[in-house]
């Protein structure tokens, strides 16, 4: 049963004789009505693990948290996981704990669990590929590709075929491989005659070559890393993902070097999602659904009130790349937004732009806080206050973190979310604007 101290400051319900956590300066903020410093109502840490509503409290008492199906992440150990269904994932894909919330998305490629059956008869490349028992790649079972000794390095390549998709637009491939003897892998999209492709170090871990338009990433696991190139493809009629072995500094094979890689994913977006693994045909991972709890959304729908939230590497999957990264029931009904083709961030209702930005977002920071007598936010994008002289009037009946209840998802890493009862200063708004620390 919810608390009847739930909607003040936790300043209000602390412990007697005793300094709770989020007594911290960190969490205290200037209520703008009357000039006081008080602590806020609810607090979410999911870095740091810790929640409190009057209380210290747990993460099922502050969310309710839903999946029809389980999820991969990336452990502490910086091993591929899997949660089960309806459990929430914390991820560490960027070498801190977040909670990691994403819309559905497909593998396409069908056989990512065991490529060593699925190479598409290695066409283009001279040499071996087989399975390497007891070797992994993020805890996944690796398979090496050895060019034979003599035969040319980086314009031979391991060719997996697959159908073309049926949606045209951007797509994304990626990877999971590490250095066995030669340091560098080319990961290349070929449809229509054309080529998508990026080269990696997988020594330095870098980035060494990518074409124009080619967005990439690569990501530390254990044992090796997680490679992506991301572009539009929307001309071809059919698709192979090809990956060339080649070396920094050798020009051909010596029969026993290579390169190790697993988990092959391609998937429709400009992004990499975390990994789908396929046996056989392509998988859909469902959607996570994170609801604020009924005592603390019903904290938004005071006649005062201010949130915080700060994230990392979050972007939009909606029309136009819009995404809801704090919202409401409806399509208007929302906290925080990525609008008017994902080049926005806004916050309202009424909707009032707090940053123009480029997606995916960086470690960022947002905050919105209202009255009956208007509005104020602050983006860390920019740090500049904007205020308007009209209510709050979204529907906030139920609040959904990541995406509304329409589906319009803003995937990513989120790490704190901060409620007060009251209305903040515009000081503590640029203040408490700023990337999680």
Do not use: H
Not at 5 to 31: E, F
Not at 53 to 80: C, M, N, Q
Not at 171 to 180: D, E, G, H, N, R
Not at 268 to 288: E, H, K, L
Request: hydrophobic share 35%.
């Amino acid at each position: 049963m919810p608390s009847l101290t739930i909607g003040l400051s936790l300043t209000a319900v602390r412990t007697p004789g005793r300094t709770d956590w989020w007594q911290s300066p960190a969490w205290q903020a200037t209520d703008r009505a009357t000039g006081q410093l008080r602590e806020p109502a609810a607090v979410m840490d999911f870095d740091d693990g810790r929640y409190a509503l009057d209380r210290s409290s747990s993460t099922e008492e502050l969310i309710d948290f839903s999946r029809p199906g389980t999820a991969t992440y990336i452990g502490s150990d910086g091993i591929v996981s899997s949660a089960a269904a309806d459990v929430p994932r914390f991820d560490y894909t960027n070498k801190r704990r977040q909670l990691l919330l994403e819309g559905p998305a497909t593998n396409l490629y069908p056989g990512s669990v065991d490529m060593n059956a699925n190479t598409g008869g290695g066409s283009g490349f001279i040499g071996t590929i087989s399975r390497q028992p007891g070797t992994t790649i993020g805890g996944l079972p690796a398979i090496k590709a050895i060019p034979d000794a003599g035969s040319a390095l980086g314009g031979r390549q391991v060719r997996y075929n697959a159908k073309a998709p049926t949606t045209k637009g951007a797509y994304t491939m990626s990877l999971f491989a590490k250095a066995s003897g030669l340091d560098r892998v080319v990961l290349c999209l070929l449809g229509a005659g054309s080529a998508v492709k990026a080269t990696f170090d997988l020594v330095a871990g870098t980035v060494v070559d990518a074409g124009a338009g080619v967005v990439t990433k690569i990501v530390p696991v254990r044992g090796g890393y997680r490679l992506s190139v991301s572009a539009d493809v929307s001309d071809a009629t059919s698709f192979e993902y090809e990956i060339y072995v080649d070396d920094s500094s050798e020009s051909v094979g010596d029969g026993t070097s290579g390169i190790e890689f697993c988990g092959l994913q391609f998937e429709q977006g400009n992004y990499t999602s975390s990994y789908i693994p396929t046996s056989g045909s392509a998988v859909t991972r469902p959607a996570d659904k994170a609801k604020l709890a009924g005592p603390v959304a019903a904290l938004l729908r005071r006649g005062a009130a201010s949130v915080s939230l700060q994230g990392e590497s979050i972007y939009g999957t909606g029309a136009g790349s819009s995404g809801c990264i704090l919202g409401g029931p409806g399509s208007e009904d929302y906290l925080f937004m990525l609008a008017s083709n994902g080049v926005q961030i806004k916050a309202g209702m009424p909707g009032y732009v707090l940053a123009y930005i480029t997606q995916p977002l960086s470690k960022f920071g947002v905050i919105s806080s209202w009255d009956s007598l208007g509005f104020s936010g602050v983006s860390s994008d920019n740090g500049n206050v904007k205020s308007g002289d009209v209510p709050q009037i979204a529907d906030l009946s139920s609040v959904f973190i990541g995406r509304n209840a329409s589906s319009i998802f803003a995937s990513g890493w989120y790490e704190q979310i901060v409620i007060w009862p009251f209305r903040v200063s515009d000081t503590d708004l640029q203040a408490k604007a700023v990337p999680y620390a």
